[in-house]
């Protein structure tokens, strides 16, 4: 048996003042160092090689083309100040956002066309976006913009940059443009690589070097996944658009310092407490740039020995459910949006040797369309070789004792039958869900027991209203509700005394949820889910012990509920056992539990939300299992494959 950690070891600690890269550097990632070994700005970003020669890039760009031809000559997408206002004014962050990542997707579809085509009239496409975000007022989304909140402007402050994820990632896809077609625009628009220069140092470089109060920087110990994402994009302006060299060094250096300070809050399993879909735009930021340095230094500054590094890559692997499905914790989607940058880890895996972890990334990418929005990412995904797939590595079983989380199957390799996730944690996470001891079931690679995820972010989501939104309740995850009371929100609200027990025959994860709860006469609440291999089989068990009796309840008797989200059609078959029964191919699940330790309800919950419906479709529905008011009880359900 393992002690599964205490309450005090999580993701997002305060980072060590060494870093883990200035542990394996030390000072040759300073700035006098990388003065030295930084190669000049028209070689620093990665070659890219032939287009012609760039693996199935005909097939994998036809859609890409068929769109950017589509488009030219039509006018460009373009944000409003009244689409701006509206996340000040309704909270919808949307109406602005939209047109913004349009205009940046068809600027990106626009470079590739010039390339791979190599016809100079795209050139003009290219020049018409590029100068439209030069004009724009700013590359900041109104959602993170400053200027409302500190003077209740509803319009942006040219003159005051906000570096924020928006502004970052312009700089960055200009840079990758500027690196892939800056001789041909010298040629045909002189002087439109002087105006990208001044407007990215304008809005990003200096910005980045002369503020360091910008609180994604992670200076006050709360470092997430903002911080190696503009870092990352960052780093790649600097190295492509800054020719001083001391200035680009000194830039440099700062980018290293924030992804270290990111790596070094990570824990040292690399788990995202985020969940497995923000994995890619923190941990996979970090990998991108940490490739992009070493190739700007000549090697001189390789991660490829450091353990979290190590660790993180082979995080999607560990979370995956079989097929689009993936565990999915926190502000993340149990089926993610294809077309991620699968080539990231295919790649970091094959060259730390984790042979499991670019078996699955190839599978992945072999599969997905590829989605070729982001510039940079599309430029190193069309120059990697496409690995031929050979089956889904999936794992028997892992505990990531840094975000308390648990996967385990019957079968290493297969996905049939039951998988059990198993979540502890504490409830002050980032992207936080009030979850603390919640149990996720897949049966044959789909999830039956499930976690709703997250809808469309709006001024609310980030808001101390947060926890109005239903999925974000406790209420509406897999776990109880205890008198009444759902859990508390904050880091003191935990799970405690965790331990895993991982066997041939069985998988079982067993922890105190008392803590979650502010319910004072809860003495202990032990949840213990258990995977038996053997049989094929789930049990979830849960004892419970107050310190008073049920006469004597604050509460006035309120019982305790277990709640359990169900996808699929469900069922009552009869007292004591239901049946879910999953869209698709999936075989029918059957729950079961002792009808005379607790009564049943079930709550329909309609769905409207896009980012909801797309996964589960119209409707989820809450089984209710109201146990009896006493001091003491227990009760099992079990949850199986139906015979």
Request: charged share 25%.
């Amino acid at each position: 048996m393992i002690n599964a950690g205490s309450s005090t070891h999580w993701s997002g600690s305060a980072p060590t003042a060494a870093g883990p890269l200035s542990a394996a550097w030390g000072t040759r990632a300073e700035a006098p160092a990388l003065v030295d070994v930084l190669r000049p700005a028209p070689t620093a970003l990665p070659p890219l090689g032939d287009p012609g020669a760039w693996p199935n890039a005909a097939a994998r760009l036809a859609a890409v083309l068929d769109q950017a031809r589509a488009e030219r000559g039509t006018p460009w997408p373009q944000p409003t100040a009244s689409h701006y206002a509206r996340f000040f004014r309704d909270g919808n962050r949307t109406a602005y956002e939209t047109p913004v990542f349009e205009h940046d997707d068809r600027l990106t579809r626009a470079a590739l066309a010039a390339l791979v085509l190599d016809n100079d009239d795209w050139l003009d496409e290219v020049a018409d976006g590029v100068v439209l975000l030069c004009e724009r007022s700013t590359w900041c989304w109104s959602a993170h913009e400053e200027h409302h909140r500190t003077r209740g402007a509803v319009v942006p402050d040219p003159d005051i940059p906000y570096l924020d994820l928006g502004a970052a990632g312009v700089a960055a896809q200009l840079a990758w443009l500027d690196h892939v077609l800056g001789d041909r625009l010298d040629v045909r628009w002189p002087g439109l690589r002087a105006r990208v220069r001044r407007e990215v140092r304008t809005r990003v470089l200096d910005p980045f070097t002369n503020r360091r109060d910008w609180h994604w920087l992670g200076l006050d110990g709360d470092v997430h996944n903002w911080c190696p994402w503009i870092c990352g994009n960052v780093l790649v302006a600097a190295l492509r658009l800054v020719d001083d060299v001391a200035d680009r060094a000194g830039i440099v250096a700062e980018t290293v310092r924030g992804i270290d300070r990111y790596l070094a809050a990570l824990p040292a399993d690399g788990s995202i407490d985020e969940g497995y879909e923000y994995w890619w735009n923190g941990a996979c930021r970090a990998l991108e740039a940490l490739d992009v340095l070493e190739h700007a230094t000549g090697g001189a500054l390789s991660a490829t020995a450091v353990p979290v590094v190590r660790e993180t890559v082979g995080f999607p692997h560990r979370m995956h459910l079989g097929g689009p499905w993936y565990v999915n914790l926190a502000d993340a989607r149990a089926r993610p949006p294809g077309g991620q940058p699968w080539h990231v880890p295919q790649q970091w895996a094959g060259r730390i040797g984790d042979r499991d972890a670019e078996r699955h990334a190839a599978a992945q990418r072999a599969d997905a369309v590829p989605d070729h929005t982001e510039l940079g990412r599309a430029l190193r995904d069309l120059a990697t070789p496409v690995i031929e797939r050979a089956g889904e590595p999936l794992v028997g079983s892992v505990w990531l004792p840094g975000t308390q989380v648990g996967v385990a199957r019957p079968t290493a390799g297969s996905n049939a039958g039951p998988t059990l996730v198993v979540k502890g944690g504490h409830n002050g996470e980032n992207h936080n869900h009030n979850d603390v001891g919640s149990v996720i079931v897949a049966v044959d690679g789909v999830p039956v027991v499930v976690d709703a995820g997250r809808p469309t972010y709006t001024k609310q989501t980030f808001s101390p209203d947060r926890y109005d939104i239903w999925t974000m309740q406790s209420s509406w995850h897999n776990v109880p509700e205890v008198r009444g009371t759902p859990q508390g929100t904050g880091r003191a609200h935990h799970a405690r005394d965790v331990t895993v027990e991982d066997t041939p025959d069985r998988y079982r994860v067993r922890m105190d949820l008392a803590p979650a709860y502010p319910v004072p006469a809860l003495r202990s609440w032990w949840r213990t889910a258990t995977l038996h291999r053997d049989r094929h089989r789930v049990t979830i068990e849960d004892e419970w012990d107050f310190a008073d009796g049920a006469d004597d309840a604050d509460d006035g008797g309120v019982p305790s509920t277990l709640h359990y989200l169900l996808a699929g059609r469900v069922t009552l078959d009869s007292p004591g056992r239901l049946f879910v029964h999953p869209p698709g191919e999936t075989r029918a699940t059957l729950i079961a539990w002792n009808p005379s330790l607790a009564s049943a309800d079930l709550t329909l919950r309609e769905l409207d939300d896009p980012l909801l419906t797309t996964v589960w479709g119209e409707k989820l529905t809450r089984l209710e299992l109201h146990l009896p008011d006493t001091a003491r009880g227990g009760l099992v359900i079990t949850v199986e494959v139906s015979a």
